[in-house]
T-cell receptor, first 114, second 111 residues
């Protein structure tokens, strides 16, 4: 299995631009999570999906952030418009829900907004 | 002015020694706990997990201990190797699949 795949690995964009981060979960995993990691706040859960349905988006910082999961094998996290304070590493993770299973993380997308 | 970033607790051990990383969790209702290892430039990697109905679980060179009375979790790594250098996070499942991470501990292995 290729694991959780995220793209791009690095993204540098100008303030005000739209940014889209992508994630492909592990095949068969039905829960998907988006996390953000910064030095100031550590690892924060932004949103998670169960069977492609958003369950908890209470961690999404503001309306500029949106996430979708159109099918079981793909999810996007979009920031529009981006701001310098959005600079962070964004991780996607997936797991099999319904039991005590560990979460598998992708390698992350390092976002820099200048 | 510029904000001060998080200063991770740091643990330095000699290669070959055992190391113990501690973690205090917040929610007494958490039913599942995981230790993750994160190397520079990589995502968190699963090491070992434990359910709340257990107090000890062993893996290869790693042991996790859970003390629910004081809401404390520890990770013991036996015979540390250079490849064990990383940041280690504990995480608690606070129900409804909400995995909350601790701030992390940086483990440095001295040759």
């Amino acid at each position: 299995d290729a694991g959780v795949i995220q793209s791009p690995r690095h993204e540098v964009t100008e303030m005000g631009q739209e940014v889209t981060l992508r994630c492909k979960p592990i095949s068969g995993h039905n829960s998907l999570f988006w996390y953000r990691q910064t030095m100031m706040r550590g690892l924060e859960l932004l949103i998670y999906f169960n069977n492609n349905v958003p369950i908890d988006d209470s961690g999404m910082p503001e309306d500029r952030f949106s996430a979708k999961m159109p099918n079981a094998s793909f999810s996007t996290l979009k920031i529009q418009p981006s701001e310098p304070r959005d600079s962070a590493v964004y991780f996607c993770a997936s797991r099999l829900s319904g039991g005590f299973y560990g979460y598998t993380f992708g390698s992350g997308t390092r976002l820099t907004v200048v | 002015g510029e904000s001060v970033g998080l200063h991770l607790p740091t643990l330095s051990v000699q290669e070959g020694d055992n190391s113990i990383i501690n973690c205090a969790y917040s929610n007494s209702a958490s039913d599942y706990f995981i230790w993750y290892k994160q190397e520079s430039g990589k995502g968190p990697q699963f090491i070992i997990d434990i359910r709340s109905n257990m107090d000890k679980r062993q893996g290869q060179r790693v042991t996790v201990l859970l003390n629910k009375t004081v809401k404390h979790l520890s990770l013991q790594i036996a015979a540390t190797q250079p490849g064990d250098s990383a940041v280690y996070f504990c995480a608690e499942n606070q129900g409804a699949q909400k995995l909350v991470f601790g701030q992390g501990t940086r483990l440095t292995i001295n040759p």
